[in-house]
């Protein structure tokens, strides 16, 4: 399956633009330029078939994506594959404004050279938010672990042999024992199974929180009503949904901004106004700033 790209586009940009290429079912080969991952067609779309094996690269005009399941797929089914790396990848999303903002500051004409800014997700809402609560108030070795022992014990394996992300229907059957004795959540477990069961009886789904025409405070607020979402989770999920208004300042991007520019340690109000000139893409050009080292250079 061959993916259209905009450009310009980075590859190794978007999979290494936060920390979820590391999580499970992801698996990064960046030598390689590829990224392997799993993908489980009914969690996607109830019904809709089987678990899809998927080897993603670079290729001439695009990106390539080598699929392999237990049966030849119909069309239908890939298109939800299509839909679903389309989504992860945020292909479709446009940063043409931001990138013109960039290439007037010479600190930030990388961004727009290499076409910077778009950030590895997941297919579903729910998967997002449920790996956002098992990165709160731990390590992120205890994050890739929990994320793991979930994929292991509830996800549906391909023809690898490796579990995908489980859909919240799976998640949902589980006790909240399970989530603490098994997946070793701790204090998440009850948030964990509390989520999971409001996307599997309907109550949320992803136009809840996806949806371009809502407002970024009423948002944000829907975010910050889930169980165990405060404003570090909050922030990071606005940032995975592309509102970028938002700086979704946290303990680390406000040592990051204050060592870079001089600013008093804390004071997210000096921050916020070193940011302002870029308006809706204020917090995409904060995260450019702080994460340039991961990627400058190459």
Not at 156 to 171: E, L, N, T, Y
Not at 174 to 180: P, T
């Amino acid at each position: 399956m061959r993916l259209r790209v905009p450009s310009p586009f980075d590859f190794d940009l978007v999979l290494r633009g936060h920390g979820w290429v590391a999580l499970a079912p992801h698996r990064h080969e960046r030598e390689a330029g590829r990224l392997h991952t799993v993908l489980d067609l009914e969690a996607l779309a109830p019904g809709r078939g089987p678990v899809v094996d998927v080897e993603l690269a670079a290729a001439e005009g695009g990106l390539l994506a080598k699929l392999r399941a237990r049966r030849a797929l119909a069309r239908s089914e890939l298109s939800l594959v299509r839909r679903a790396l389309a989504t992860s990848l945020a292909l479709e999303r446009d940063l043409s404004p931001f990138w013109s903002q960039c290439r007037t500051r010479p600190a930030m004409r990388w961004v727009a050279k290499r076409g910077a800014g778009r950030l590895l997700r997941s297919p579903l809402v729910f998967e997002d938010l449920l790996k956002l609560l098992l990165t709160t108030n731990c390590t992120w070795a205890n994050t890739e672990s929990m994320v793991r022992r979930t994929c292991d014990a509830l996800g549906r394996c391909g023809p690898a042999r490796r579990p995908a992300f489980p859909s919240a229907r799976r998640c949902a059957r589980e006790s909240e024992a399970f989530w603490r004795n098994e997946v070793r959540a701790g204090y998440r477990a009850a948030h964990c199974k509390q989520l999971a069961e409001r996307f599997a009886a309907g109550e949320l789904d992803d136009a809840h929180f996806d949806d371009p025409e809502l407002p970024t405070p009423e948002l944000r607020r829907r975010l910050l009503a889930l169980p165990g979402f405060g404003p570090y989770a909050a922030g990071q999920a606005l940032r995975l949904l592309g509102r970028f208004d938002d700086l979704a300042i946290d303990a680390w991007v406000r040592k990051q901004v204050s060592e870079l520019h001089g600013l008093p340690h804390g004071d997210d109000r000096a921050i916020a106004e070193r940011y302002a000139e870029f308006g809706r893409f204020a917090g995409l050009a904060l995260w450019m700033d702080v994460t340039k080292p991961w990627h400058v250079g190459r």
